[in-house]
C-alpha cells in the first residue's frame, strides 16, 4: 500500500512568486492535512480537510490556502512568498479524522521549499 | 490551545542504554498521543500512539505511558542501537488529525 506521496520534493521560488503542492493521500484515507516545520518554530498546524471541506484552520495568515478535490487528493498555495516561508511543508494523512476518533495519522517525506 | 512542552531537547546514550522522552500537555479534551520519529531529510514516522483510555502501550522495545491526571506521557525506549539516532516529536490532538507538536528531543546512540 502506498504512503502520502508529495509532489515536488524540492522547489526554489522567488520572494514575491506563488507555489502550488500536492498530496495524495493514502488510498482510503479521506482526511488530509498540512504541515509546515521550520527550525525556529518546529511543526505547526497549517489546515485540515475533509470530504473537500476545511475543518480546521491554523494561525497562519490567508496567504497560505488549500484545497482537496473529490479523490482526496489535497493542494496547498501560498501566494506572495517571503523569505520565512521557507520550510519544510508536510502533508499527512487518516481515514477520517473526526473529533475523539482518535485516527492514526501518517506523513508524507515534504516537500522542501526554499524562497530567495 | 494547545500546548506541548518535550524534554530533553538532546539526548545521547551508549548503545544497549536505556532513553526516556517525556512530554505534557495542557488541554484536557487532547484524547491522542503519537509519537514521531523523524530522521533527516525524511518525513516523520509514526513509532506508537496511545489513546486516552489506555495507561501504556508497548510494542517490542518502545513503550508509551500516559498520565491523564497529570497531563504528561513518555516514551521508552530500551536496548538502544545506532538506527534508533534520530529526532523523536510527540504530540496531542483532540481530534479532527490536529496534532500539536512538541519541539522535538534529537536522540544519539553511541556505538
Known amino acids: 500500500k502506498a504512503g502520502v506521496t508529495q509532489t515536488p520534493r524540492y522547489l526554489i521560488k522567488t520572494r514575491g512568486q506563488q507555489v502550488t503542492l500536492s498530496c495524495s493521500p493514502i488510498?482510503?484515507?479521506?482526511?488530509v492535512s498540512w504541515y509546515q516545520q521550520t527550525p525556529g518554530q518546529g511543526l505547526q498546524f497549517l489546515f485540515e480537510?475533509?470530504?473537500?471541506?476545511?475543518?480546521n484552520k491554523g494561525n497562519f495568515p490567508g496567504r497560505f490556502s488549500g484545497r482537496q478535490f473529490s479523490n482526496s487528493r489535497s493542494e496547498m498555495n501560498v501566494s506572495t512568498l517571503e523569505l520565512g516561508d521557507s520550510a519544510l511543508y508536510l502533508c499527512?494523512?487518516?481515514?477520517?479524522?473526526?473529533?475523539?476518533?482518535?485516527?492514526?495519522?501518517?506523513f508524507g517525506e515534504g516537500s522542501w521549499l526554499t524562497v530567495v | 490551545g494547545e500546548n506541548v512542552e518535550q524534554h530533553p531537547s538532546t539526548l545521547s546514550v551508549q548503545e544497549g542504554d536505556s532513553a526516556v522522552i517525556k512530554c505534557t500537555y495542557s488541554?484536557?479534551?487532547?484524547?491522542?498521543f503519537p509519537w514521531y520519529k523523524q530522521e533527516l531529510g525524511k518525513g516523520p514516522q509514526l513509532i506508537i500512539d496511545?489513546?486516552?483510555?489506555?495507561g501504556e502501550k508497548k510494542d517490542q522495545r518502545i513503550a508509551v505511558t500516559l498520565n491523564k491526571t497529570a497531563k504528561h506521557f513518555s516514551l521508552h525506549i530500551t536496548e538502544t542501537q545506532p538506527e534508533d539516532s534520530a529526532v523523536y516529536f510527540c504530540?496531542?490532538?483532540?481530534?479532527?488529525?490536529?496534532?500539536?507538536f512538541g519541539k522535538g528531543t534529537m536522540l544519539l546512540v553511541s556505538p
Open positions: 499527512a494523512s487518516s481515514l477520517r479524522g473526526g473529533q475523539n476518533s482518535g485516527n492514526t495519522i501518517y
Open positions: 488510498s482510503g484515507h479521506r482526511s
Open positions: 480537510y475533509f470530504s473537500e471541506t476545511q475543518r
Open positions: 488541554d484536557s479534551a487532547s484524547n491522542y
Open positions: 496511545i489513546r486516552s483510555n489506555v
Open positions: 504530540a496531542a490532538s483532540e481530534g479532527y488529525s490536529t496534532l500539536t
